[in-house]
């Protein structure tokens, strides 16, 4: 298995992503091609007392950079050269299994899309971040940020593949399936959340997934569902909202522990409980989010990610390999009802 790894994307490039692969390497076993600035890769490496490439580690040269203000619809045609679309060629061009960028995510998409194409059938690919949840398992929430404005019949889709997301990735043999709406109530909504239920429910019904209606806002970290489907823009606050509201009340508990001498003896005790729980919030520990949809796995890793998330990255992007749902999910997607299927 080869993990293709854009080093020259995110804050932090390369050193993060180069550390990060040498980390997995070791860890994991995995086979990494580096795709960047070679020189500056090798920099980064000597900087660290490493003279010699490491056993798994490779270079794939390429002197240009997709930056943050690049316009996503062009990046094909103007950064030919660059970290991020060589390396989405290398993974079209079977030299790799998956794709990781902490890139531009709007070019990431538009690469992924154009390069790498998308499964069959699937009218959009859209990101299906995993969060945990009160009940100990964790939901997918698709789309997250890919497609802001969506019919009916994409959100239909992004339940089938959400489901099977799921249930290969996460274990869950039936997931439970809700649409990301202001009530529960199946009139609720707008015209969208309205035609989007009739379809989730007939989806339901030739068994592609099993739909329980829709689920608020609220009830998602509560696990409510398994997966909330959304468009990408309510998605989008959605991800961001929780997310917020954990670092919020991460940083509450923090300074809780810290009052006095006898909360700091209170956080002793509950200290191996604490670094668990943060751990699941951690998003160096989650690794990226999944462009789903895609012939092959393609990892957005955040922005900000350090070594350790890029190597928590690689690791779920191996895991991605050996789950892959592409076949299925063409079947899936290619037995909804006449007036939900979609033709490339």
């Given at each position: 298995?080869?993990?293709?790894?854009?080093?020259m994307?995110?804050?932090n490039?390369p050193?993060?992503?180069?550390?990060?692969?040498?980390?997995?390497?070791?860890?994991?076993?995995?086979?990494?091609?580096?795709?960047?600035?070679?020189?500056?890769?090798?920099?980064?490496?000597?900087?660290h007392?490493?003279t010699?490439?490491?056993?798994?580690?490779?270079?794939?040269?390429?002197?240009?950079?997709?930056?943050?203000?690049?316009?996503p619809?062009?990046?094909?045609?103007?950064?030919?050269?660059?970290?991020?679309?060589?390396?989405?060629?290398?993974?079209?061009?079977?030299?790799?299994?998956?794709?990781?960028?902490?890139?531009?995510?709007?070019?990431?998409?538009t690469?992924?899309?154009?390069?790498?194409?998308?499964?069959?059938?699937?009218?959009?690919?859209?990101?299906?971040?995993?969060?945990?949840?009160?009940t100990?398992?964790?939901?997918?929430?698709?789309d997250?940020?890919?497609?802001?404005?969506?019919?009916?019949?994409?959100?239909?889709?992004?339940?089938?593949?959400?489901?099977?997301?799921?249930?290969?990735?996460l274990?869950?043999?039936?997931?439970?399936?809700?649409?990301l709406?202001n009530?529960?109530?199946?009139?609720?909504?707008?015209?969208?959340?309205?035609?989007a239920?009739?379809?989730?429910?007939?989806?339901?019904?030739?068994?592609?997934?099993?739909?329980?209606?829709?689920v608020?806002?609220?009830?998602?970290?509560?696990?409510?569902?398994?997966?909330?489907?959304?468009?990408?823009?309510?998605?989008?606050?959605?991800?961001?909202?929780?997310e917020?509201?954990?670092?919020?009340m991460?940083?509450?508990?923090?300074?809780?522990?810290?009052?006095?001498?006898?909360?700091?003896?209170?956080?002793?005790?509950?200290?191996?409980?604490?670094?668990?729980?943060?751990?699941?919030?951690?998003?160096?520990?989650?690794?990226g989010?999944?462009?789903?949809?895609?012939?092959k796995?393609?990892?957005?890793?955040?922005?900000s990610?350090?070594?350790?998330?890029?190597?928590?990255?690689?690791?779920?992007?191996?895991?991605?390999?050996?789950?892959?749902?592409?076949?299925?999910l063409?079947?899936?997607?290619?037995?909804?009802?006449?007036?939900?299927?979609?033709?490339?």
């Amino acid at each position: 298995m080869k993990i293709i790894l854009d080093a020259m994307g995110g804050d932090n490039a390369p050193e993060a992503a180069v550390l990060g692969a040498i980390d997995a390497a070791r860890e994991f076993g995995a086979e990494i091609t580096l795709v960047g600035k070679g020189e500056e890769i090798l920099n980064v490496m000597r900087g660290h007392n490493i003279t010699d490439l490491p056993k798994g580690i490779e270079i794939a040269g390429a002197e240009d950079v997709v930056s943050m203000h690049d316009d996503p619809s062009s990046v094909t045609k103007t950064r030919k050269n660059s970290s991020m679309i060589v390396g989405l060629r290398m993974l079209a061009e079977d030299r790799g299994d998956a794709f990781i960028s902490a890139g531009n995510t709007g070019a990431l998409l538009t690469g992924a899309t154009l390069i790498v194409k998308r499964v069959r059938h699937v009218r959009r690919a859209a990101f299906g971040p995993v969060m945990p949840n009160k009940t100990g398992g964790k939901t997918v929430i698709i789309d997250s940020g890919a497609n802001v404005e969506c019919t009916p019949e994409f959100l239909v889709q992004f339940g089938c593949i959400g489901s099977l997301y799921a249930k290969k990735t996460l274990g869950v043999a039936e997931p439970k399936v809700g649409l990301l709406n202001n009530g529960t109530e199946d009139s609720k909504g707008m015209p969208l959340q309205k035609e989007a239920y009739a379809l989730l429910k007939k989806a339901d019904e030739a068994g592609l997934l099993h739909f329980v209606g829709n689920v608020e806002a609220r009830d998602v970290p509560l696990g409510a569902v398994d997966v909330v489907v959304c468009d990408g823009f309510s998605g989008n606050v959605l991800l961001k909202s929780i997310e917020g509201t954990a670092m919020f009340m991460g940083s509450l508990v923090k300074h809780m522990f810290k009052k006095n001498p006898i909360t700091m003896l209170g956080a002793l005790c509950v200290k191996s409980g604490l670094k668990e729980m943060m751990g699941m919030l951690d998003y160096r520990e989650i690794g990226g989010t999944a462009l789903l949809g895609i012939r092959k796995p393609v990892i957005k890793a955040h922005g900000s990610s350090d070594a350790r998330a890029f190597r928590s990255a690689i690791r779920q992007a191996m895991e991605a390999v050996n789950t892959n749902i592409s076949e299925e999910l063409e079947a899936c997607l290619a037995n909804l009802p006449k007036e939900q299927s979609a033709n490339d």
